[in-house]
RNA sequence: UGCCCGAUAGUAUAAUGGUAGUACAUCUGAUUUUGGUUCAGAUAGUCUAGGUUCGAACCCUGGUCGGGCAACCA
């Protein structure tokens, strides 16, 4: 028996209806992205929670295109998020667009229009946001307001028909000028677009807003849980008065809080923004905080999950500690990357008594954390090795158990080494490490009975192979960019460092889309960019690093 | 100064009128051929003032603070 997990509200609200049997038992979710950009974690959270609504509770979900701005819109979004929502590992019932609604959209505007709901005005676009008035004054009718049905009828027609320019008018409902919900002051319904649409060409000139579009559209599939973010929580009342007047399926909204994260953005606009100025390297950069770009740095579909999973879902407003995202994936990739060693920053460690010329295969583990290690790879060993440079100090503090004059550490998966000589260069640069090594205290079949405290890792020189690492740092410099009055000033200038590395040669049979650790450094994912002639690693995130936080003290 | 939403450790999130818990972060210690992992422990919280009640994080009222709303964007 385990113990249960509680409940969010909308879980609440979903079990609450399932007792009083309001849906039949049938629980309806959507997904409703705008193919105007790239998924981001924010969506993930979004995407988590529709789907897995639906899972839980032994429904569906459809996943539905908002596609009423065929400016802003591309069918390269629609195939991207598609694959995103794909590779989270969730399946949508139905792929549905609004677009194909087009036709019964204008059908219910007519239908308010014959009502007296709606009117055509020809008033500019400030003329009409100076009549709504103000949140604390009322708004003023235009002249239009008072045109006739038949009237009405004829010029909205005439709207489809295409007798008009862009602009020049517009359907708007007949509510309330005076309502303090700004959304209910005569919201416009429909604009004049000559524009080509993604999906129905040129079949359009008129395109449905957005608030009367998305109402309607989940009543028309009947999504009887219809969950979208806190800033459309005004918009709900319009959406129930659409459905009211035209008469259709009561399809119910509920709002979240979404997502926020330490030290990036999460705004469709402002990641286009970074994509457009060049300021990343696409949609996909490892920096950005998308589906594709947390893929790219090696982040797993099921560390995306859990992380969703932690952070609940609730109606305060969040800022979710980037950490916390870090954690999930480090917990993930623990027990599931290879180990393998690389040397990012090398010095060269030479083993005296080690024969000139002699090699060895020594064998490493794949994964300590699983039984049985995964099996195990063979590492070559010779005189000459690359370590790396911050693992020897000259006069370390007490507690440095790496190596130093005098000092003793272990090669991982081979000898005990102990530090003999050292030459530095003319500006105190340590150049070259003099060990001996200790001949019976090789792994598996130590019998020196010397106990160090000290493991590092290290390349044979001799075999070594060269990658390039990028490593990452976070994308901004503060907690939160958009506090900003340019977010994009506060751009971190060393979120990327490009190096290279001395790796273990069996790395060169790396897979895309493997995490491997590279042991004590952090977990890595080969590029996409890589090629037959040249490796490159992302770095997905570092190791804890407890002895840097020792040392920051 | 209109309307709407919200407020629990540093950050998130539970407790739904009856012992304020969990995760991350932070700090101790143990284990460790990764200063990783794992394990054990510690620190730390109900915005405020009233009211209802035997009893309030929870219900009511006022205040304070935070967020949202006046795109031919979604």
Redesign the pocket.
């Known amino acids: 028996m385990t113990e249960e997990?509680?409940?969010?509200?909308i879980e609440?609200i979903i079990e609450e209806d399932l007792r009083t049997n309001k849906h039949g038992g049938r629980v309806l979710t959507r997904f409703?992205?705008?193919p105007?950009g790239y998924l981001h974690i924010g969506h993930a959270k979004s995407i988590c929670l529709n789907f897995g609504l639906a899972k839980k509770y032994n429904g569906k979900t459809n996943l539905r295109f908002?596609?009423?701005?065929p400016?802003?819109?591309d069918v390269e979004y629609v195939d991207s998020i598609k694959n995103d929502i794909k590779w989270l590992g969730f399946e949508w019932d139905k792929e549905l667009y609004?677009s194909d609604y087009f036709q019964k959209l204008y059908d219910f505007a007519v239908i308010l229009i014959k009502k007296g709901l709606a009117y055509v005005?020809?008033?500019?676009?400030?003329?009409?946001?100076a009549a709504?008035?103000?949140?604390?004054?009322a708004?003023k009718p235009t002249s239009a307001r008072s045109r006739s049905v038949e009237d009405n009828l004829r010029l909205f027609e005439e709207m489809r028909a295409g007798r008009y320019q862009?602009?020049?008018?517009?359907l708007r409902a007949k509510i309330d000028l005076a309502n303090?919900?700004?959304?209910l002051?005569d919201?416009?319904l429909y604009?004049?677009?000559h524009a080509h649409h993604h999906r129905t060409g040129n079949e359009w000139c008129i395109?449905?807003?957005?608030?009367?579009?998305?109402g309607q559209s989940d009543s028309i599939e009947e999504i009887t849980h219809s969950v979208c973010t806190?800033?459309?929580?005004?918009?709900r009342d319009l959406y129930n008065w659409l459905i009211e007047n035209i008469g259709i399926y009561e399809s119910k909204q509920y709002?979240?809080?979404r997502l926020?994260m330490?030290y990036t953005v999460m705004s469709k606009?402002r990641l286009l923004q970074l994509v457009n100025e060049k300021l990343v390297d696409g949609w996909d950069d490892p920096r950005m905080p998308t589906i594709s770009g947390l893929r790219r740095r090696g982040y797993t579909a099921a560390s995306i999950r859990n992380f969703c999973d932690?952070?609940?879902?609730?109606?305060?407003?969040?800022?979710?500690?980037f950490?916390?995202l870090?954690?999930?994936i480090?917990?993930d990739l623990?027990?599931t990357a290879w180990?393998r060693m690389a040397v990012l920053d090398p010095v060269k460690l030479i083993i005296t008594n080690y024969p000139e010329g002699k090699e060895e295969i020594l064998i490493g583990e794949n994964?300590?954390?699983v039984e049985g290690g995964e099996g195990e790879r063979e590492i070559p060993f010779s005189r000459e090795l690359w370590i790396e440079r911050d693992?020897f100090m000259e006069d370390?503090p007490k507690?440095?158990?790496?190596l130093g004059p005098d000092k003793q550490v272990?090669?991982?998966?081979?000898?005990?080494i102990q530090c003999d000589d050292f030459k530095k260069d003319s500006d105190g640069k340590v150049t070259e490490i003099h060990c001996s090594y200790i001949p019976n205290?090789?792994?598996?079949?130590?019998t020196s009975g010397l106990?160090?405290?000290?493991?590092?890792?290290w390349v044979s020189a001799l075999h070594a192979k060269t990658a390039e690492v990028r490593l990452y740092d976070r994308l901004f410099q503060v907690e939160n960019p958009v506090?900003e009055e340019d977010f994009k000033s506060t751009l971190n200038p060393d979120s990327l460092t490009i190096i290279n590395a001395y790796i273990e040669p069996d790395l060169a049979n790396a897979i895309v889309g493997r995490g491997y650790?590279?042991?004590?450094?952090g977990y890595f994912t080969l590029d996409k960019l890589t090629s037959s002639d040249k490796l490159i690693f992302n770095r997905t995130v570092g190791?804890?690093?407890?002895?840097?936080?020792?040392t920051?003290?």
């Open positions: 997990k509680s409940l969010n509200f609440e409703p992205p705008e105007n908002d596609d009423t701005n400016v802003t819109e609004t005005d020809e008033s500019s676009a400030e003329e009409i946001a709504k008035g103000t949140p604390t004054e708004g862009d602009g020049e008018m517009v303090p919900n700004m959304h002051r919201p416009l604009r004049i677009k395109y449905p807003m957005y608030d009367f579009a998305h806190l800033e459309f929580i005004p918009h709002e979240f809080a926020n330490t606009r932690r952070i609940g879902v609730a109606k305060r407003e969040n800022m979710i500690d950490g916390l870090e954690f999930c480090r917990e623990n027990k180990r994964n300590p954390e693992d370390a507690k440095f158990f790496r272990r090669l991982k998966n081979a000898y005990i205290s090789k792994s598996g079949e130590d106990k160090v405290k000290g493991t590092i890792h506090l650790q590279f042991i004590r450094l190791l804890r690093d407890n002895w840097a936080k020792e920051n003290k």
